[in-house]
């Protein structure tokens, strides 16, 4: 599949949480979600209670559902939990779903030494990286994607000019922007980090 073409297949759920309808559904940190459409896959970066939630995470198992996630959020899922540290990668059905770095640099929100984390998910020829709870981090310079989804609010992560910086290293064909709208920050962080990259790359708002 195409990149453009995937976005097609992509909701935004609202704060973090996304859902990739593909050859597989994957849901990525649902909370607050409107949705009871089953997921194949499940990936949860950590355990903070808005993005780890289990009632939301029931609403969208079936009995054949497989949680990803680090070992904090781990203890709060029931299913078919498996856990993932930075560096590691599991391939289920063809997608393969590889942990990356995700932290502050500038603030004590999200620790480096938690291991949380974000996800690279590989999924019908499309790179798809949800960067999770993180600031702008070097790490980031050696990702490969084809569409990043980005944190924009500020005070637990990145800014949005941290994250048109970000975009810049990432250098993805699509940027999407997350992380407004519930907990902190609204949609002028999404329009600012859109236009910081006008003329850059593309940026999409979904929602």
């Known amino acids: 599949m195409k990149t453009h073409e995937m976005i097609k297949h992509i909701k935004w759920l609202g704060h973090d949480g996304f859902m990739i309808d593909a050859s597989k559904t994957i849901c990525i940190d649902p909370y607050q979600i409107l949705t009871d459409k089953k997921a194949d896959l499940i990936l949860i970066t950590h355990d903070h209670f808005d993005h780890c939630s289990p009632e939301d995470i029931a609403k969208i198992q079936h009995e054949k ?29 063809n ?36 960067a999770g709870d993180t600031d702008l981090i070097p790490e980031m310079a050696d990702l490969q994607t084809d569409i ?57 708002l979904l929602g």
């Open 95 to 130: 997608i393969r779903i590889e942990g990356v770095r995700a932290y502050n640099v500038n603030k004590n929100f999200h620790p480096k030494t938690n291991d949380w984390l974000g996800f690279i998910v590989d999924v019908d020829g499309v790179k798809i990286y949800h």
């Open 148 to 204: 990043a989804f980005l944190p924009v609010s500020g005070t637990y992560v990145m800014t949005a000019d941290e994250a048109i910086d970000a975009a810049k290293l990432i250098n993805p064909a699509i940027a999407i922007p997350m992380h407004y709208g519930a907990i902190v920050g609204d949609k002028n962080d999404a329009i600012r980090f859109k236009e910081g990259l006008k003329g850059k790359l593309d940026v999409v």
């Open 65 to 93: 559902s497989i949680v990803i996630t680090e070992k904090d959020s781990a203890k709060k899922i029931s299913g078919d939990v498996r856990t993932l540290k930075p560096g590691e990668a599991i391939t289920i059905d």
